[in-house]
Structures are given as structure tokens and as C-alpha cells.
């Protein structure tokens, strides 16, 4: 507990993406230890399996409406954790995944309970994109990986490297302006494609990629081309793959000064 | 008496099981004592229903917006009690104070 003036503190957890396999032994303390713990896990069994761990954990499943404005369920998210931090609590947020890659609530969280002068830190989790490295075979360090919430390509003019991998996020709600609805359809989805059509080939191999978040099931893994996207099953947990359309350019400029420098360093070395 | 919670999280950790073929799994199953409802949504690796039969409804599982910086500047300008016309509102999306800072706080 915090040995400040403010005995409340906040600590936001991962617990991974597949029941039983991800959680790490710090994170399953931490929710072991708290006085109280909010949950936001990706389907109901793991949230049955977290409830396991502690006597008292709280689902935020219940703040989600169709209709309803997904800032405003985050902000209560956020409320309903600060509640009890500023009650004087021991709080553990456990968040499915990576309580920091694509998930707002928990670093807002953790902004306003360090603001109001309570302990607050992260602790991470194996998230999606860790697991669609492995089960892919991708390695982010080969021609480098931009990953965008999917909407933001429709939202702001974005620039996308084609020569580089390219992970789009909650593609199952692109181009929902409200932040009310659970999914938008395929003439939202076209739209995407024409964004992106602007860098690849609209032949161009994409894979829709699901993590298996119960570990009885394997991930899933949809190869299409870039034109079928539109007409495509995607869901909340999927997540678009587009590997490298074309190598990237020779700077040819650039690696002559870098000869130069090298050709310095010998003389002067 | 079998709990399923408990068998997926023994599943979840041990290297065997978690890439257990179904004729393995459907062992596993039987020496837990798993009811015959319970292993048939197992093995048939059908979530949805095995949530069903534990009384959880599909769950939404975002938590990210993608527009959230116009959304923090609308409020922020809201409790200022400032207005301003479209074009100003346009200009503050385009570089947002929070964004400035976080920027600024990056150099």
C-alpha cells in the first residue's frame, strides 16, 4: 500500500491473451493482492477464471451498451476503477491482452490517479500482436511494422510505408464515427480498401488473424486478397495483417555520406 | 466433480495439452470426470457455446477509440466554456494541446 497522504493506488495488469497460458506471475499477485479488481477480459470464461483468483472482482463488461457511446463506457471504466482508489483501496485493473497496447481506459487511469496523487503503474501482458508474431512468423525487426487503429486511416490523412508490415486494429467497427456501434458493414469496410488501395494492389494477400483466447483452440488465420476485404467475416478479436507490398527503396544519398563518414573514421582512426 | 474452469486453466499451462490433438483432449476429459455437455462444447471448440452453457453472453471487447484526441479536445474546450467556430475547432484538432505535450514531453 502507498505510503503517502493517498493510501489508495491503481495498478492496471495484462493478463494475456489465451486462459491459463499468459498471465505472469507478477500480474497474477498483483491481482491476488489487491482489495478489489475490475475486469476487462475478452470473453466471460476468462472472466469466470479471473474470478477465480480473487474474491471480489468486478466485470466492466456491464458498461458496454449497442447505442452508447464507447468514450462514454471508457470514462465510466476509468470512474469506477478511480472510485474505489480514492475509497483508499488496493485496485487492480486486469485487462485482457497488453493493458497498454490498444487500450485507452487503462493508461487514462493510471493518468488521473497519478494526477489526484495516488500510486499508479502498469504491469504488461502478452498481447495480441506478440501472439500473431509467433503464430505468423513475423519478425517486426525484418522490414518494420506500423500498426494504426483501423479507423484513423478513414479519420486523418495517415501515411502508410508499403514496404514495411501494416497491422490494422478493431477493423470490426471501421469507420464508426459515433463510437456507438459493435460493428460497422461491408460499404465501411470498401472505403478501407480504397484508403489502402492507394499503396497496394487491390491483389494483394491480407490475413484476418484471431489469437485463441481459450486454450483449447488454436488461432485462426484467413489469407484474402485486399479486393475481399469488404465482403469478409471480421469480428471484435480479428485483426488485419497486410505484409510488405514492394522492398524498401536504396537511400542511396544517405549511404554514400554514411561511406564518407566511414572512409573519415578510417583516416582519422 | 469436474470444473471446467479449472481443467481449461490446467490446459492453458501445461505444453502438452495446449496442443493436444482431440482424441488427447477427449482423454483428458474423461479422466477429469467432465460432463458430456461440457467435453462435446470443448472438443467441438465451439466458445460461444461452451459460454452459453456457462451462462456468459458474448462479450464486447474494445477499448480503444480511434478518434479519441477530438473527443478530449471537445471536453476540454466544453469546461472552459469556450466556443469557437469551425475553423478554429479544426485548427486545435489539428495540433490538440494534448497532443502538443505529448510532443513536447517526447524531446
Sequence with gaps: ?269 | MFDVIDFLDRVGRDATLRNASRDELAVALATAQATPVLSSAILGKDRQALGALLGQDPFCCYINPGKEDEDETEDETEEAGVKEDSSTQSQQTAVSPRILHALTSLT
Design chain 1, 1 to 269: 500500500m502507498s505510503s503517502g497522504a493517498h493510501t489508495g493506488s491503481l495498478v492496471c495488469v495484462g493478463i494475456g491473451m489465451t486462459l491459463g497460458s499468459h498471465l505472469g506471475p507478477l500480474a497474477r499477485s498483483h491481482i491476488e493482492q489487491s482489495d478489489v479488481v475490475f475486469a476487462a477480459a475478452s470473453d466471460g470464461i476468462v472472466e469466470l477464471w479471473l474470478a477465480k483468483m480473487h474474491a471480489d472482482v468486478r466485470s466492466l463488461q456491464p458498461h458496454y451498451r449497442e447505442g452508447k457511446s464507447r468514450m462514454q463506457t471508457y470514462r465510466e471504466m476509468v470512474e469506477a476503477m478511480l472510485t474505489e482508489v480514492r475509497a483508499g483501496k488496493r485496485v487492480c485493473g486486469a485487462f485482457y491482452g497488453h493493458p497498454g497496447v490498444f487500450a485507452w481506459v487503462p493508461h487514462k487511469a493510471i493518468e488521473v490517479a497519478r494526477s489526484e496523487g495516488y500510486a499508479a503503474h502498469m504491469e504488461p501482458g502478452i498481447s495480441a500482436e506478440d501472439c500473431l508474431y509467433a503464430d505468423l512468423g513475423i519478425d517486426p525487426g525484418k522490414f518494420g511494422c506500423q500498426h494504426f487503429e483501423a479507423s484513423q486511416l478513414l479519420f486523418y490523412q495517415r501515411r502508410i510505408d508499403p514496404s514495411a508490415y501494416l497491422v490494422l486494429w478493431q477493423v470490426g467497427v471501421v469507420g464508426d464515427q459515433s463510437l456507438k456501434r459493435f460493428a460497422t458493414g461491408a460499404g465501411y469496410r470498401q472505403i478501407l480498401v480504397e484508403v489502402l488501395a492507394r499503396d497496394y494492389p487491390l491483389d494483394h494477400q491480407l490475413i484476418i488473424y484471431r489469437t485463441a483466447t481459450l486454450p483449447t483452440r488454436q488461432p485462426q488465420v484467413k489469407r484474402l486478397a485486399l479486393s475481399a476485404l469488404p465482403q469478409a467475416d471480421i469480428g471484435m478479436e480479428d485483426t488485419i495483417v497486410i505484409p510488405p507490398a514492394r522492398l524498401p527503396e536504396v537511400d542511396s544519398t544517405m549511404r554514400a555520406r554514411l561511406s564518407a563518414l566511414d572512409s573519415a573514421d578510417v583516416i582519422d582512426g
